[in-house]
């Protein structure tokens, strides 16, 4: 027997990123009532709010869900780490806030892809909607309600890497957000007066106030309920009662790209031989929900620092507790910042029109979860690939909605993809040998000057890369039979009143940290639901270098393709 816990207009599963947005947008029409169901609880805590206290929520029972991935064959067979954010605002609320859009090439082959509507000048007003950028340029958002400011890059490492990169051939952008993605330049990130600015602070705060959406925290969703071939609502758990509530327009999964497929699949929608196993009905046989799960997986290239100028001299108790109480007092200093404050994207080789390879610089070397940090002055790159071919799964464990699902990327399990993470390696390895370094440079920390075959660096990569904690596409977009989700609609295909909202739906990873093309993706969701999309941008550049097919590295990215997309396409294709 379930209790009646009332009939709303949208249902919203998941106060992630994705579920805050919606519930803001949705509820801006206050003829509308929503509910919001959360499985954890409140982000009310200092360690969220304070930006670079970032590793300790990451590592938080309280904040994360603790999942790790099966074992991976090509990883030497480890379970990898994998924080999911658990609670107000999820992985918003305990990620690296590392503000990337991605490379405006990136929506083209969502585009091209079958994610049609989804390209460039279509999404670039919905992230200006999103943004509230400090000094930004035209390009840029200026009123939104996600605070996105510049780290003040007073550390001498974060230029010096910067101009390491100009040395080694490569182009230099002065905000990689707005018209040149390419090259190396300053960062940003998701920090406001001094504050993390999470989905659940940007967008929650403001729909609650509203009054017209619900939220309940600690609420288990089970599954989506149907009748008569559409949903009607979800069952879930809330204070050890089993619940249920009824939705009269939409239910929308936004759970997630690992909590999504799982509810879907406990629904009845899925793969119908795995539902079968697990005594589900089959509501509608779905190949590929819980499928195409893709990641960034990275590694850290570690150097000694010669000269003390990096971050360790604050990683003492006491040097700590300094950080700390100035951001108390003032939210300034290195207690307001993620770290991030320098990076580049590149190419790994020539013939790909835009980069493949992403480096987060940290003048400091120190695992990305805090917990291993070197017994010097140091500092390290995380470095990865954006778009590997490597492609795993999500499935249930049981039909119990207290099982987390099993999950494995199965990382490096392409071919292409070692290539790929050897030239990450090489191609770092020679941008630190750069002049600009010369005056901090010390012997290489990790993975050491020994390494050098690529039989040592493939036994690196198999033993220490990480995830990004960026998985996607298990619930994919697209106009083809098998897709889950029709990109015009958000609607699950196949059935009336359900739609997935969150980086499932993604074709493909962007060149870059998801939260933001996560966060533009449920604002445009948001008006497709509406039924009311902002018109295109006029001034929407897709910019490469000009000689991408024969030079792996340039700098001068001034093609522009706005007005020959479908070369772009062709080209993308073939890439892909």
């Known amino acids: 027997m379930k209790n009646d816990f009332g009939i709303y207009d949208y249902i919203i599963v998941g106060a992630g990123s994705a579920g805050c947005v919606l519930a803001n947008r949705l509820g801006e ?5 929503i509910l919001l169901l959360e499985a954890g609880g409140s982000n009310n ?7 670079s206290a970032l590793s300790i929520p990451m590592n938080t029972k309280r904040f994360n869900w603790g999942m790790v991935t099966e074992p991976e064959p090509g990883m030497n067979h480890r379970n990898v780490n994998l924080p999911r954010g658990k609670g107000l605002g999820g992985s918003s609320s305990i990620n690296g806030m590392c503000y990337v859009r991605g490379n405006p090439i990136d929506y083209e082959l969502w585009s091209a892809l079958g994610a049609k509507g989804w390209h460039w000048s279509n999404v670039l007003p919905y992230f200006q909607r999103l943004e509230n950028v400090e000094g930004g340029g035209p390009l840029r958002g200026f009123d939104g309600p996600i605070s996105v400011t510049r780290g003040a890059s007073k550390n001498v490492l974060y230029n010096a890497f910067v101009e390491a990169g100009r040395q080694a051939g490569y182009s230099v952008s002065s905000n990689m957000n707005e018209r040149q993605h390419e ?3 300053p960062m940003e990130m998701t920090v406001g007066k001094g504050y993390r600015c999470s989905a659940a602070v940007g967008y929650l705060s403001q729909a609650i106030k509203r009054g017209n959406v619900r939220v309940i925290p600690h609420a288990v969703v089970n599954k989506v309920e149907f009748e008569s071939g559409r949903a009607a609502g ?3 758990s809330y204070m050890d009662t089993k619940h249920f509530a009824r939705a009269s327009l939409d239910v929308i999964l936004s759970a997630g790209s690992i909590m999504s497929p799982a509810i879907l699949k406990r629904s009845g929608i899925g793969p119908k031989n795995e539902l079968k196993s697990h005594g589900i009905d089959v509501f509608l046989d779905r190949a590929e929900v819980g499928e195409n799960l893709m990641d960034h997986l990275e590694v850290n290239l570690q150097q000694e620092c010669t000269q003390p100028v990096s971050l360790f001299s604050h990683m003492s108790p006491w040097g700590k507790a300094k950080i700390g109480a100035r951001w108390i ?3 300034d200093g290195l207690g307001a910042t993620n770290h991030f404050e320098s990076g580049g994207h590149i190419r790994s080789r020539a013939g790909l029109v835009y980069p493949d390879i992403q480096y987060h610089f940290l003048p400091l070397a120190i695992s990305y979860d805090g917990k291993n ?6 500092f390290q790159v995380h470095v990865g690939t954006k778009r590997a071919k490597s492609r795993g799964w999500v499935r249930l464990r049981s039909a119990n909605p207290n099982d987390l699902p099993s999950v494995q990327f199965n990382y490096m399990s392409h071919p292409d993809d070692w290539r790929d993470m050897r030239a990450c390696i090489r191609l770092s390895r020679e941008i630190f040998a750069q002049p600009a370094l010369d005056p901090y440079r ?5 993975p050491g000057d020994s390494c050098q075959s690529n039989e040592c660096i493939d036994e690196f990569i198999a033993s220490k890369a990480e995830s990004a904690y960026h998985p996607c596409g298990t619930c ?3 106009d083809d039979n098998t897709a889950v989700v029709n990109p015009a609609t958000m609607q699950v295909w196949g059935v009336k009143g359900l739609r997935v909202v969150d980086s499932s739906v993604m074709p493909q990873a962007t060149a870059g940290d998801l939260n933001a093309p996560t966060l533009m993706l449920a604002e445009r969701a948001s008006d497709l639901i509406r039924g009311d999309v902002l018109p295109s941008a006029p001034d929407a550049p897709l910019l490469a270098a000009h000689d991408w097919v024969t030079s792996q590295r340039s700098q001068s990215i001034t093609h522009d393709y706005s007005n020959d997309r479908e070369s772009l396409r062709k080209a993308l294709l073939a890439n892909h």
């Open 29 to 33: 029409n206050p003829k509308n009532s």
């Open 45 to 51: 805590s200092i360690l969220i709010k304070k930006p």
């Open 183 to 185: 090259g190396f330049g």
């Open 234 to 236: 979800v069952s879930f």
């Open 329 to 331: 007092l003032t939210k």
């Open 373 to 378: 940090l070197a017994k010097g002055h140091g």
């Open 442 to 446: 010390g012997k290489e920390i990790s």
């Open 476 to 478: 994919r977009m697209g």
